[in-house]
C-alpha cells in the first residue's frame, strides 16, 4: 500500500503571512481547494485566488470576536477521520464532512505581543485556541493529512506534491507532525511561564523549557559528542542576538565562552575588556578606552589569552581591532563594530567577529537551568550588584578612594569566575586570578603565582599583586587564604564575611595593616 495521500483541500489560517500569496498560488495550480478564515481568506482573495470562507464551509459565522471560527465538527472532523475507515467514512458522509488533507496555520503572535510588553488583557486576546486545536487534530491524523506551522516549510511541501503528482509522502507528514507538536508545546510553554510571572510563582509545580533550533554544531565540548544551539525566544543582547560579520562556524565551546566573556563585560559602565579562556577570565579591566584597556587586561595573563575570547562593552573601534588582531583570537563580541575594526581583522579568515546590537543588562532577573540525572536544577540568575553603602568595613585601617574603587570592580568579576574565585585587581584591571580551585588558599597562591609569571615575561620588577586589593568569592574560612594575598602584596581584601573565624581573619588583617571590607554576599559560581 502506497504511503502517499493527494493534496485535494486544504485550510490556512495564518498570522504571519510571509510566503502566503505564493503557496496559495502553487495549491490553486495543483487544483488543491482553498479554505480559509478572515485576514488570510482576504489577502488570499485578494490576490485573486479563489478561496472558500471556513464559515461558508461549514454554515456557521465567526462569532464571539473571531474567538469561535474553526471550532467546528466540520473543520476537525475534516482533519480527524480516518481515510478508508468505514465507520469514518460513512459518518463524515451522512454528516456533510469534508476530508481536510493539508493543515497550514501559525498560531497569534502571543510571544512577540509579551515581548513588546503588552497589557495583560492584550496578551490574553493573543493566546490562540482554534490553531493549537487543529493543529493537534492534523498531526494525530498525520497518516493523512500534512500540517505546515512554520513558512519555512511551505518549499517542502510543494517540492513534494510536485515530486509526487500533488501528494505528500508519509515520510514528510511524520516530521511535519513532530515539527507541529514541539510548536504547540513551546507556544503552551511560553503561556504558562508568562502566566506563573504573573503570578510572582518563581517555581510553578510543572515548568516547560522550550527553544528554537538557531543552529546545529559540528560536536560539542568533545569530538564525541553531538550538539546545537537553541533559542528561547528571549530579547537579550549577545550570542542569541549576535550577527557574524566573519569567520568559520562557531563551535559549542565557542558560544560558550563568548557568552561568559559578554556578559562579564556588561557588568561594567566605563569602557571594559574581559578575556575568556575555558568559561573563565584570564585578564579583564576597565579604562579611558578599549584600546587602553585591552592592553591591561592582556597583561593580566597574556599566556592564557592566546586563543581565547574578547568581549567588548563598546562600539568596537579600528585601533582597538588591531591591537586585539595582533594575538590569535578565536571570538571577539562587541555591541557594534566600526569600518576600520571590520577592516582590521579582514585578514584574519578564522576569527569570528560578532555584533550583538547592545549590551545585556547585568541586574535583569532571570532564570539559570542545569540538568542532572533524571531532572533539572533551577535558579534565579546571580543579578546581584554590590555597591559602596553596602560595603561594611571589619578593619582598624579603611580603605582609600581607589581601593575602593577597585574592590568594587574585584568583586563584580568574582561573580564571573568558578569558584574557588580569588581576584587581584589593581587600578581598574586585574592582575591575578585563580578560579576553580578546591582551596581557596590554592587560588590566593595561584593568582599570585600567575601574576609573577606575567611580570616576568613582561622584564618587570614587580608582580602585579604588589599595591593590588585582592577579593574572595565567598568567606576565608580560615586566616590562611588572607595571609597569602598578603604575601602577594594585596593592600586591601574584599569578601563577604561569615565565617565562624572571621574574628581570627579580621585580627590577621589587622595584623598585616590591609584594610577589610565585608559585602554580606557572595558569588560563588559552579
Known amino acids: 500500500m502506497s504511503d502517499l495521500s493527494p493534496i485535494r483541500r486544504a485550510l490556512i489560517s495564518v498570522s504571519d503571512k510571509t510566503g502566503l500569496i505564493e503557496f496559495a498560488r502553487f495549491l490553486e495550480k495543483s487544483g488543491v481547494e482553498i479554505l480559509s478564515t478572515g485576514g488570510s481568506a482576504k489577502a488570499i482573495r485578494d490576490a485573486g485566488i479563489k478561496v472558500v470562507e471556513v464559515a461558508d464551509h461549514t454554515g456557521f459565522p465567526e462569532m464571539l470576536d473571531g474567538r469561535v471560527k474553526t471550532l467546528?465538527?466540520?473543520?476537525?472532523?475534516?482533519?480527524?477521520?480516518?481515510?478508508?475507515?468505514?465507520?469514518?467514512?460513512?459518518?463524515?458522509?451522512?454528516?456533510?464532512?469534508?476530508?481536510?488533507?493539508?493543515?497550514?496555520?501559525?498560531?497569534?503572535?502571543?510571544?512577540?505581543?509579551?515581548?513588546?510588553?503588552?497589557?495583560?488583557?492584550e496578551c490574553v486576546e493573543n493566546i490562540d485556541i482554534g490553531g493549537p486545536a487543529m493543529i493537534r487534530a492534523a498531526s494525530k491524523n498525520h497518516a493523512a493529512v500534512a500540517v505546515v506551522v512554520d513558512v519555512e516549510d511551505y518549499e517542502v511541501v510543494k517540492a513534494e506534491m510536485e515530486a509526487n503528482a500533488g501528494a505528500t509522502t508519509l515520510g514528510l507528514r511524520k516530521r511535519l507532525a513532530a515539527a507541529a507538536y514541539a510548536r504547540t508545546g513551546a507556544y503552551d510553554a511560553a503561556i504558562s511561564q508568562w502566566f506563573a510571572r504573573q503570578l510572582g510563582d518563581t517555581f510553578p509545580r510543572r515548568v516547560v523549557v522550550a527553544g528554537e533550533l538557531k543552529q546545529s554544531l559540528r560536536y560539542g565540548e568533545n569530538p564525541h559528542q553531538a550538539a546545537a544551539f537553541y533559542v528561547?525566544?528571549?530579547?537579550?543582547?549577545?550570542?542569541?542576538?549576535?550577527?557574524?560579520?566573519?569567520?568559520?562556524?562557531?563551535?559549542?565551546?565557542?558560544?560558550?565562552?563568548?557568552?561568559?566573556?559578554?556578559?562579564?563585560?556588561?557588568?561594567?559602565?566605563?569602557?571594559?575588556?574581559?578575556?575568556?579562556k575555558h568559561a573563565n577570565p584570564c585578564g579583564v579591566a576597565v579604562g579611558g578606552d578599549l584600546k587602553s584597556a585591552y592592553a591591561r587586561a592582556l597583561a593580566c595573563d597574556p599566556v592564557s589569552a592566546f586563543g581565547g575570547i574578547v568581549a567588548v562593552n563598546r562600539r568596537l573601534d579600528g585601533a582597538t581591532a588591531q591591537e586585539i588582531a595582533k594575538l590569535f583570537t578565536e571570538v571577539v563580541i562587541a555591541p557594534e563594530a566600526d569600518d576600520d575594526a571590520i577592516a582590521a581583522f579582514?585578514?584574519?579568515?578564522?576569527?569570528?567577529?560578532?555584533?550583538t546590537g547592545g549590551m545585556p543588562?547585568?541586574?535583569?532577573?532571570?532564570?539559570?537551568l542545569r540538568p542532572v540525572a533524571g531532572g533539572y536544577l533551577f535558579q534565579s540568575k546571580d543579578n546581584g550588584r554590590v555597591m559602596l553603602p553596602d560595603l561594611k568595613v571589619v578593619t582598624k585601617r579603611a580603605p582609600t578612594e581607589q581601593e575602593l574603587q577597585d574592590l568594587l570592580t574585584a568583586f563584580r568579576i568574582c561573580k564571573h569566575v568558578k569558584s574557588n574565585a580569588i581576584i587581584y585587581v589593581k587600578d581598574g584591571a586585574t592582575v591575578g586570578i585563580g578560579a576553580g580551585q578546591m582551596s581557596r588558599v590554592d587560588s590566593s597562591r595561584i593568582a599570585a603565582w600567575k601574576s609573577r609569571e606575567a611580570a616576568d615575561a613582561a622584564g618587570q620588577k614587580d608582580a602585579g599583586t604588589i599595591g593590588s586589593v585582592?577579593?574572595?568569592?565567598?568567606?576565608?574560612?580560615?586566616?590562611?587564604?588572607?595571609?597569602?594575598?598578603?604575601?602577594?602584596?594585596?593592600?586591601?581584601?574584599?569578601?563577604?564575611?561569615?565565617?565562624?573565624?572571621?574574628?581570627?581573619?579580621?585580627?590577621?588583617?589587622?595584623?598585616?595593616?590591609?584594610?577589610?571590607?565585608?559585602?554580606?554576599?557572595?558569588?560563588?559560581?559552579?
Open 72 to 121: 467546528h465538527p466540520k473543520v476537525h472532523g475534516g482533519l480527524l477521520g480516518i481515510r478508508g475507515n468505514a465507520e469514518h467514512e460513512k459518518a463524515m458522509a451522512a454528516h456533510g464532512i469534508a476530508p481536510i488533507d493539508l493543515l497550514v496555520v501559525n498560531l497569534y503572535p502571543f510571544e512577540a505581543t509579551v515581548a513588546k510588553g503588552a497589557g495583560y488583557d
Open 470 to 526: 585582592v577579593a574572595s568569592d565567598a568567606f576565608f574560612p580560615f586566616a590562611d587564604g588572607l595571609l597569602a594575598a598578603a604575601a602577594a602584596g594585596a593592600t586591601a581584601v574584599i569578601q563577604p564575611g561569615g565565617s565562624m573565624r572571621d574574628a581570627e581573619v579580621i585580627a590577621a588583617a589587622d595584623e598585616k595593616g590591609l584594610a577589610m571590607v565585608f559585602t554580606g554576599m557572595r558569588h560563588f559560581r559552579h
Open 232 to 276: 528561547n525566544g528571549q530579547v537579550r543582547p549577545g550570542v542569541s542576538t549576535a550577527r557574524q560579520l566573519q569567520g568559520k562556524e562557531l563551535s559549542y565551546n565557542n558560544l560558550n565562552d563568548t557568552d561568559a566573556a559578554f556578559e562579564l563585560a556588561a557588568e561594567f559602565d566605563q569602557p571594559a575588556v574581559a578575556i575568556i
Open 361 to 368: 543588562d547585568p541586574s535583569e532577573a532571570g532564570m539559570t
Open 346 to 355: 579582514a585578514a584574519k579568515k578564522n576569527l569570528r567577529l560578532l555584533v
